[in-house]
């Protein structure tokens, strides 16, 4: 029977190996992983998945953690939906390293994994929910609300964004001129009336 330190820095240089250069992956420690499933950015897509190795490990479970400032936005029915898969999943491979296993397992089946974390958000938009200042509108934009209610105000990223995409992405450099009337059309026309 090998040394249960030896097999988790084994499989600790082969996750760093398998995941070189996706920033999903994060390693918290000798025996402490992360990493994003879903959606880079869209919490409602998307959790992260915490994988702790105890002194035994992989003769026992990781302990799977989920309870991480990046999930508050998951419903706690969702929450332990995911444990409770992951949990089975890792149960099924014990006496291996099975980290990959349990990430690969989360990547895949996310869909499932997040169903009713979906059709919760989807039932808000639905029913119109109440929409705190900073909240997301139709479309994924974050707009403010002014004092009366109305939506008026956009963050300096959401005007940056709109000019760039008005000016095709050349961050506000265009030709000089691009703009202006021709002058000697104009005035021919203007002399021409007036006479």
Known sequence: MSNPLDDQADELEALKSIFDGDENFNVISSTSVQYKCGVDGDQQKSFLLGLEWPPNYPQCVPVINLDLFYNKPLLTKVKSYIHS??????????????????IDFAKENLDDLLKDQ???AADEAEEGGSHSEGEEAEGGRKERKDATGGRSQMTKAQKRKMW???EGGTCGERERGYDWV??????????SSTA
């Open 164 to 166: 760039d995409r008005a």
């Open 118 to 120: 979906t059709i919760v």
């Open 182 to 191: 021709d002058i000697v059309k104009h005035l021919s026309q203007a002399s």
């Open 85 to 102: 898969k992951l949990l089975a999943e890792a149960e099924a491979n014990v006496g291996m390293g099975m980290t990959f296993t349990l």
